[in-house]
């Protein structure tokens, strides 16, 4: 019940600074009067702080007590190889995915040097965007070998290609390379984000292998400036 307790606190605290209960820079109340607001002990309430304080939603500040960060970002991991469908629900933020385009393709120059492949070879090509709390802020392109993944459908580009390549393919997803830089906006950019003014956007490319090392995915997902930060665990070896 201990646990339980400062965890609930926690999410609920977490929602509130999301729904602007309280805003950046804002001072959260002290640690007793948020135990008299929760009805537990000053341990708990500190235990549920030190949560807010390792994901980056305040900042405790000795003799100051503890300041609201800006979360207006949201949190997408660099090392981990997740699904927007995953994403989205561990945000617990609204979330929609509009596909664009949905094609088979032969393969240029970029793509036989991206994914590995050759003119004989066939390419899935799906474009779509990801609409989080009403704004059009990513835009992903997705290409994938047509021998690993036969047969794509608007309703499976909807929801999870992932979810539908393991559950229903069989196939086991491994790992991924990743490439991050800042790249000037495009006219397809313009066409399906809600760009807000900015020039320019943050890319990231997967190059997504299957378990037996074969590359079967690549993908650039171009991302509004604002509102993404780009976190990643790392601990110094000794």
């Not at 929760?38 to 939603?57: C, D, F, M, V, W």
């Not at 994914?115 to 704004?135: A, F, M, P, Q």
């Not at 037996?212 to 990643?232: G, P």
């Amino acid at each position: 019940m201990y646990e339980n307790k400062y965890l609930s606190i926690y999410h609920d605290i977490v929602s509130k600074i999301r729904q602007g209960h309280w805003k950046p820079y804002d001072k959260l109340p002290s640690e007793n009067e948020l135990a008299e607001q929760y009805e537990t002990s000053r341990e708990t309430i500190r235990k549920a702080l030190n949560l807010l304080s390792e994901h980056g939603y305040i900042q405790k500040m000795k003799g100051k007590g503890s300041i609201v960060l800006d979360v207006g970002k949201y949190d997408f991991p660099v090392s981990g190889l997740v699904s927007f469908k995953e994403l989205a629900q561990k945000m617990k933020t609204p979330a929609k995915t509009i596909v664009h385009e949905l094609e088979v393709i032969k393969p240029g120059e970029y793509l036989k040097k991206h994914l590995h492949v050759t003119n004989k070879d066939e390419i899935w090509k799906v474009v779509r965007s990801r609409k989080i709390d009403g704004e059009h802020i990513i835009l992903d392109k997705d290409f994938f070998h047509k021998k690993f993944v036969p047969v794509l459908t608007r309703a499976i580009c909807e929801d999870s290609i992932y979810e539908y390549i393991e559950n229903k393919l069989k196939l086991k997803i491994s790992f991924a390379k990743k490439e991050m830089f800042v790249d000037k906006v495009t006219d397809e950019d313009r066409k399906y984000l809600d760009l807000n003014g900015y020039d320019h956007v943050v890319v990231v490319k997967n190059f997504v292998y299957l378990d037996d090392a074969s590359l079967f995915q690549f993908t650039e997902s171009r991302h509004r400036l604002d509102k993404f930060r780009f976190v990643d665990f790392a601990r110094r070896n000794h």
